[in-house]
């Protein structure tokens, strides 16, 4: 008797499953690299409205840091046990989520790769910003900025992301190519850490008393180069860049602080990352590559139409 | 009266290498301090050692804080985190509530004194290993920032005045430097002239006999907690006044540096003897050495080397002046 009902619950829980399976729109799993910054919750943002514009389902998941490797790696494998219709996916470690990646792409799964690519050609498409380029106009600003002379540091986020590469190589080798004017005294790595950001930025400031210009390739590190600025009271002397938005950043541009930054488009790249999933499900060609863009602002374009949908505070 | 006696002998035992130790301690700072500057003529200037003050602030309140856990022979991985829990909640209390100031930095204190409490009683009661009990609150803590802040860093940029706790300066050194040298010396009072003190160590010597002579452990302890919890909140108010904002993403890495920094100051993990005054020394060896390393643009990679060298190296030295006797 027990045996029956235990039968009978189980066919009736299948048939629902069955049911729903069939009635469930179209889902598709976001796994980013992180959720803790404000950057993953614009991407998040756009990933969410793609989603209600398309009419279909959506979860959107990240480790807590940007260094758990592992366990991405363990919520690809959860979502893909879960048979999605697609996976939009930015990778860590793009080499560790290959063996994954193979097995998704044997099941027939189209997978969209964002913000940073996968050493593979299995994702058909990649939405992300050319972190290369991107540095390499702050670059160009910084220059025409301090009158392409003079002395100029960098804070990075790290040595081993993509981005930090990224971002670090387009902003040094176009310094390097176009303005042999310009010296860079100094690289150094603050994990995106406001505090460290802060020590280090000041650091650099005590050893190079002349400097004339000063980066900071991310939301962190830019923070950091305006703090040191502040609490040194170099604010005026020394050409700030930054790179992304955050309150405390847009607060400095507004205030002259900080002469301009650098942002991707994180909701556009959420954006036209699941629109591009929709898009292979149905089977229609992508490019491999979809440039989400970057643009310089400050000042006065901080509040312009172009450029204010792109911050986040 | 029987632990007053053992812990009597137990600090003069130790009362000579206790000494010499924090004499080598204060004599390498020296060293490195005179070797930077001769390095570099950019390191020993006014506004440089302001900032080598300033950036020692919130380690060096967290490592007095955990100072007491470790004497009691314990640790305490949460008190990057539960910094962090007192800068969110500082900013829930000031900027989402609009408390005036003073009652957002009781607040921020007593979240840590809470989260200090919590592990006290984990250790203390349900007698779970500190290490064990503390890795736990170092996640809860975590968790608890980006669910409290929404995830997102709370800004006080509209309460100016939040920033002047840390910033503000008196005679050309802000604040921050004061409060932690004060919170530094408060703590140093309580550890030797108090019984709080006296008990911290008795438990760190001999938990047993400490009970066995009537005190009670386990109220003790979870005081002991209670107060590193309290200083983590204190380190907190610092850096979110430092920061203008509270980042709830940030904290775990700090309570490596705070106890490379009690360890550094001759405090022993298996408990039982270590200083105040040792941990403040440990705390400035800690970031003369990354300024001074950073002002002679020394990559960072080797940066990290050689720091991580120096701790092992500080502890070894003091295990072979103990063998030495």
């Known amino acids: 008797m027990r045996k029956l009902t235990v039968f009978l619950v189980l066919m009736v829980l299948l048939v629902i499953s069955c049911l729903t399976m069939a009635a469930d729109e179209i889902y598709i799993p976001v796994i980013s690299k992180g959720f803790q910054h404000q950057f993953w919750q614009a991407v998040r943002t756009g990933a969410e409205q793609a ?16 260094t758990e490797v592992a366990k991405q790696i363990d919520m690809l494998q959860t979502v893909l046990d879960k048979a999605p219709d697609a996976l939009v996916f930015a990778a860590l470690d793009s080499k560790a989520a290959i063996p994954l990646l193979e097995q998704a792409d044997d099941a027939g799964i189209p997978i969209i790769a964002f913000d940073s690519g996968v050493d593979s050609d299995i994702p058909l498409a990649t939405a992300a910003t050319d972190n290369y380029a991107a540095a390499g106009k702050a670059a160009d600003r910084m220059a025409e900025l301090i009158g392409y002379q003079g002395k100029i540091a960098l804070i990075v986020q790290d040595q081993t992301s993509h981005t930090g590469v990224q971002r670090r190589d387009g902003f040094i080798d176009r310094i390097e190519e176009k303005y042999s004017e310009i010296e860079i005294v100094d ?6 850490d406001h505090l460290k950001s802060t020590d280090l930025a000041k650091a650099i400031m005590q050893a190079h008393p002349d400097l004339d210009g000063f980066f900071g390739a991310n939301e962190g590190s830019a923070v950091g180069v305006i703090n040191a600025a502040t609490e040194l009271n170099k604010a005026g002397d020394i ?5 992304d938005s955050g309150n405390l950043q847009l607060n400095a541009i507004r205030s002259g602080l900080m002469a301009g930054a650098v942002t991707q488009n994180p909701v556009g790249i959420g954006y036209r990352a699941v ?31 172009v450029v204010k949908p792109l911050l986040y505070e | 009266m029987n632990t007053e006696l053992i812990t009597g002998n137990q600090k003069n035992l130790f009362i000579k290498s206790e000494s010499k130790q924090k004499l080598l301690a204060f004599a390498s700072l020296i060293v490195m301090f005179i070797i930077f500057s001769l390095a570099s003529s950019n390191f020993a200037t006014f506004s440089n050692v302001v900032g080598i003050l300033v950036s020692t602030a919130v380690t060096g309140v967290l490592a007095t804080g955990v100072t007491f856990i470790i004497i009691t022979g314990g640790i305490d991985l949460s008190v990057g985190t539960v910094m962090t829990f007192g800068s969110v909640m500082t900013g829930v209390f000031i900027t989402f509530w609009g408390l005036p100031i003073y009652m957002g930095i009781l607040g921020g204190l007593a979240a840590g004194a809470l989260a200090g409490l919590v592990s006290g009683t984990l250790v203390a009661k349900l007698k779970i290993p500190p290490f064990i009990a503390t ?15 929404g995830t997102k860093p709370i800004y006080f940029i509209q309460r100016p005045a939040f920033r002047k706790i840390a910033m503000g300066t008196v005679l050309g050194i802000p604040l921050s430097v004061y409060i932690f040298l004060g919170a530094a010396f408060i703590a140093s009072l309580i550890l030797d002239r108090t019984v709080f003190g006296r008990y911290t160590y008795a438990l760190g010597s001999n938990e047993e006999a400490a009970r066995l002579s009537g005190i009670n452990v386990d109220r003790w302890k979870m005081a002991i907690y209670t107060l590193g919890g309290f200083f983590s909140g204190l380190a907190g108010v610092l850096m979110a006044s430092r920061l203008n904002s509270a980042q709830p993403a940030l904290g775990s890495g700090y309570e490596l540096e705070a106890i490379a920094a009690v360890v550094i100051g001759g405090t022993s993990l298996s408990g039982g003897q270590g200083t105040i005054l040792g941990t403040i020394i440990g705390a400035f060896i800690m970031s003369v050495l990354t300024n001074g390393l950073r002002i002679l643009s020394i990559p960072q990679e080797w940066q990290t080397v050689i720091i991580g060298a120096i701790v092992i190296l500080a502890v070894y030295s003091d295990i072979l002046r103990r063998r030495k006797g």
């Open chain 1, 51 to 66: 989603a209600e514009d398309y009419g279909v389902r959506i979860t959107y998941e990240g480790p807590a840091s940007e």
């Open chain 1, 187 to 192: 690289v150094q790595y603050g994990g995106g």
């Open chain 1, 239 to 243: 050409i700030i860049i930054g790179f």
């Open chain 1, 275 to 305: 629109e591009a999933a929709v898009k292979a499900i149905r089977g229609e060609e992508l490019p491999e590559v979809i440039d989400t863009g970057f643009y310089w602002y400050d000042k006065n374009s901080i509040d312009s139409s």
């Open chain 2, 135 to 149: 890795l736990g609150m170092m996640m809860v803590a975590e968790g608890l920032n980006l669910v409290i802040s």
